[in-house]
């Protein structure tokens, strides 16, 4: 992560779907991201904010027993799907790569940036039909809703009575966010 700070990329939209690289956390503000961390099985500060596609977070977990997977959380609202999205960093630019190779990130020369499309279909669609053998969550793709999200999150360990009261949780989290943001004077 040290690496890709160095670059100097968080000015450049490198990643797929016109991602960014999130900078540092400088002031409290990254801490509001990891509200959505609803339901993980980790302690939710136990993360940092990596990566910003729109509307999908990625993350790095620095501790504990997921320590150096990736995982998502999208802003959708009443969508509550946590999950892990690759597990590691390695594995995620990995995955991102072999969607190169199969055709399903390519350039979009309106935007300027890599496309988890092909402009006739939606994402999730696309990544389906062309490359089954890949991990959807890896991508920065809708999956809100999706019969695939409950099932990955049952494996990954999210307390899913937690996403089943998800507003709850969020504002719950949020508290506790203001509080660490009020002690931290940030």
């Known amino acids: 992560m040290s690496w890709l700070q160095s670059q100097g990329w968080h000015a450049q939209r490198l990643l797929p779907d016109g991602g960014e690289l999130l900078p540092w956390p400088a002031d409290g503000e990254a801490l509001d991201t990891l509200s959505l961390s609803v339901g993980v099985p980790f302690p939710w500060r136990h993360q940092l904010p990596l990566f910003h596609f729109g509307t999908v977070v990625y993350t790095f977990v620095l501790a504990g027993e997921y320590e150096g997977e990736i995982w998502r959380y999208e802003i959708a609202p009443d969508a509550w799907d946590a999950v892990r999205a690759a597990t590691s960093l390695a594995a995620l630019f990995s995955t991102w790569t072999k969607g190169i190779h199969a055709g399903v990130i390519g350039y979009d020369r309106f935007n300027r940036w890599l496309s988890v499309s092909d402009g006739t279909r939606d994402s999730l669609g696309l990544l389906q039909e062309r490359a089954p053998n890949l991990d959807p969550f890896a991508f920065p793709v809708s999956v809100a809703l999706h019969p695939l999200l409950r099932a990955r999150q049952v494996e990954c360990g999210v307390d899913l009575s937690c996403v089943d ?5 969020m504002e719950e989290l949020l508290d506790e966010i203001a509080a660490i ?5 940030v």
């Not at 943001?181 to 004077?185: A, E, F, I």
């Open 165 to 169: 009261r998800g507003f709850e949780r």
């Open 181 to 185: 943001r009020t002690s931290l004077g």
